[in-house]
C-alpha cells in the first residue's frame, strides 16, 4: 500500500483536489464547482463525492493518511475559512470541523500562500531550508513566511500578509480599503495599471495602446517586452523595483535564506527577476547583501496549489 | 543558594552588567569602560575581574548558572559581534568563545533588541505571549521579532532590523548608507530631524528655533509640545504617523499580538502612542484592526539592556 495524502485547493470557480505521495507525485487530479450550491454543507457533501468517487477510480494499492487544504483567508489554528471575499460564504465557515464528518482523518487548512510555502519546502526549491518566503504573484501578491522549519502564522493565523505593505503613502487604491499596497503594483494586475498609467504619463508608440484594461493580461505585456516595446520594459522594470524595495524590507523582518516567486508574473523570467533582483540588493541593510538568494519556485504551477495542500496534510502527518 | 544569572550590556562607552535571579531581581549592577584597551583580550580581562570582583562582593548565598551578553551587531548563532560600527573591534569577534576562557558556562549573545524582546518575555509585559515584537527607540530604532515563544534570528542571526525598512523612496540619508530608513524618522534622533525639518518649512514662533541640532533632544522636544509649541507637536505627530504606518507593516509579516515600545521616546507617552495608535489602526489590513495592542514596556528603562541579557542567559537554561 503506498501512502498518499489528500490536497484541496479551494477557489472561487473551482476546487481542484488530488492524490500525492511523499515524493510529490500526482496520482489523481480533478475538480468540483465550488459555486452555486445553496450552503456549504452542500458544497461539502458534493466534494467529498467526488473526491470519494475519484478515490475508487485511483483503484486500490494506496492509502489515503491525511488531508491539507489552501483556501483563501484560511486560518490554519481553527481551520476555519473567514471572511473570504471570493467565496460564496461569507462569515466564518468552520471548514475542517465539517469536512471531518465526510473524512475522519488528520487535516489541516491554511491559506494558498502558505500552502504553496510548505509546498516549496517538501517538494520544491526550498527542501532543507528552515528560514525562507514564497511570494505568489498572481492576481494579487500572497506570500508564506517560514522561520525555523515552520510557518509564520502569528497570533490569530493570518500572519503573512506583505501584499498589504505599504509602498507609496495615498498611492494606488487596493481591493482590501487601503491605498498603496504591494499588490497594486507587484502582481499581474500591478504590472496592468503600471502599464495604464505609462500610457497615460509618456508618448511612446506602444501596441499595448490597442489592448483596453480588461483584455491586457501580464502575459500580452511580457510579449510586448520582448519585442522591445518601451512602455511594456518601463512597466516590469518598475514592477521590479518596487517588488525588490519591498522584499529587501521583509529580509529586514525575518532574514530568509532565499525568496521564491511563484505565479504568473514570474513566467516574464528575466523581465522581472533582473530588475526585482537589483533594487532588491540596492535596498539591503549591508549585512543581508549578496547572499539572498531569489529564485523561481521550485514547484510547477499547473498543480502546485494541490501540491502545496498536500504538503500541509505531510507536514501535519511529522508532527 | 539562590541561582542568577549575569546579564552584560555592551555599549560604545560603558559595558553594564548586573546578576538577576529568575524573577528579574537584580542583586548587582556594575560597569567597566567599553574603549580605551589595547585589544579585546584586554578589554575581555578587564570585565571579567569586574565581573568577578561584584561577585565576590555580593556575597555568599549566589550560585551563578549562566551568562547572556547584549552587544550591537551580536550574532546569536555564532555568538559574534560583527563589525559593530561603535564599537573599538571592527572585525568579527567572536565574543562567547573568548569569553568563555573566563566564565565557562552556558553563554548566549544577540544584539540589544533582542534581548530586550526576551527581558520583555521574562520579565516585563509580554510574559506568556507568544507572538510579540519589541521596538527600541533610542538613538537608531531596534527591533526584537518574536514568532511562537522564540526570537527569529533568521538564517544569519541579524533577523529583526525593522529600524530599516524603507519609509520614503530617496528619503533621509541613514547611518547604514541606504536612504529613507525608518530609524531615519521614528527614533530620538529622527524627532530632532523633524523639528529641524519643521523649522524650515514653517513659520510658527517656537521655542526650539533657540537650539543648535546638536544641542536639541527628544526630552525638549517632549517638553515643548506639553508647553503647546507647534513645531513640537506637529514633529510627535508625524513621528507617530510614520512609526504606525510602518508597524502595520510588521504585522502583515508576523502578525503579532501586541508591539512593546521602549526607550527615551516612549517617556513622551500620549505624545508619541496617540498619533502612532491612531495611525496603525489605520494602516492595518482590516483583518487585523482592533486586536494588536501598541503597549509601553514592561521593563524599567535603567537597567533594561542587563536585564534583557540575563533573560537570554534564562532562556537558554530553559532550553
Avoid at 489515503?64 to 490554519?76: D, E, M, Q, T
Avoid at 531550508?129 to 525555523?148: A, C, D, H, P, Y
Wanted: some cysteine; aromatic content about 10%; proline content about 3%.
Amino acid at each position: 500500500m503506498k501512502d498518499i495524502a489528500l490536497g484541496i485547493d479551494i477557489g472561487g470557480t473551482f476546487t481542484k483536489f488530488g492524490f500525492i505521495d511523499k515524493d510529490g507525485n500526482s496520482h489523481f487530479d480533478n475538480s468540483v464547482v465550488t459555486t452555486g450550491h445553496n450552503d456549504i454543507e452542500t458544497y461539502l457533501a458534493s466534494l467529498a463525492n467526488g473526491i470519494k468517487k475519484s478515490l475508487k477510480d485511483l483503484g486500490p494499492g494506496f492509502n489515503l493518511v491525511g488531508v491539507g487544504i489552501g483556501a483563501p483567508n484560511g486560518n490554519y489554528y481553527n481551520g476555519t475559512i473567514e471572511y473570504a471575499p471570493n467565496l460564496d460564504w461569507k462569515d466564518v465557515v468552520p471548514f475542517v470541523d465539517l469536512f471531518k464528518k465526510h473524512f475522519d482523518m488528520p487535516m489541516a487548512l491554511t491559506n494558498d500562500a502558505n500552502a504553496a510555502a510548505i509546498g516549496e519546502m517538501i517538494y520544491g526549491g526550498a527542501k532543507g531550508m528552515k528560514n525562507f518566503v514564497v511570494i505568489t504573484l498572481g492576481t494579487g501578491l500572497g506570500s508564506g513566511i517560514v522561520v525555523n522549519g515552520e510557518v509564520v502564522y502569528g497570533h490569530d493565523g493570518f500572519a503573512g500578509e506583505v501584499g498589504h505593505v505599504l509602498v507609496y503613502e495615498n498611492g494606488r487604491l487596493c481591493g482590501c480599503g487601503n491605498h498603496g499596497c504591494l499588490e497594486t503594483y507587484a502582481s499581474a494586475s500591478g504590472i496592468r495599471r503600471t502599464v495604464f498609467e505609462l500610457l497615460c504619463n509618456e508618448t511612446a508608440p506602444s501596441t499595448l495602446r490597442d489592448i483596453s484594461f480588461n483584455d491586457i493580461t501580464a502575459k500580452a505585456i511580457a510579449k510586448a517586452a520582448r519585442d522591445g516595446d518601451i512602455i511594456a520594459l518601463k512597466a516590469f522594470e518598475f514592477t521590479g523595483k518596487i517588488l525588490g524595495m519591498k522584499l529587501a524590507d521583509t529580509v529586514a523582518h525575518t532574514s530568509p535564506e532565499a525568496i521564491f516567486l511563484f505565479g504568473g508574473l514570474t513566467n516574464a523570467g528575466d523581465l522581472i527577476f533582473k530588475p526585482t533582483i537589483e533594487h532588491f540588493e540596492n535596498s539591503l541593510l549591508k549585512v543581508y547583501r549578496n547572499k539572498i538568494k531569489i529564485l523561481p519556485s521550485g514547484l510547477q504551477e499547473t498543480n502546485a496549489a494541490v501540491l502545496g495542500a498536500s504538503a500541509l496534510a505531510w507536514k501535519e502527518l511529522e508532527k
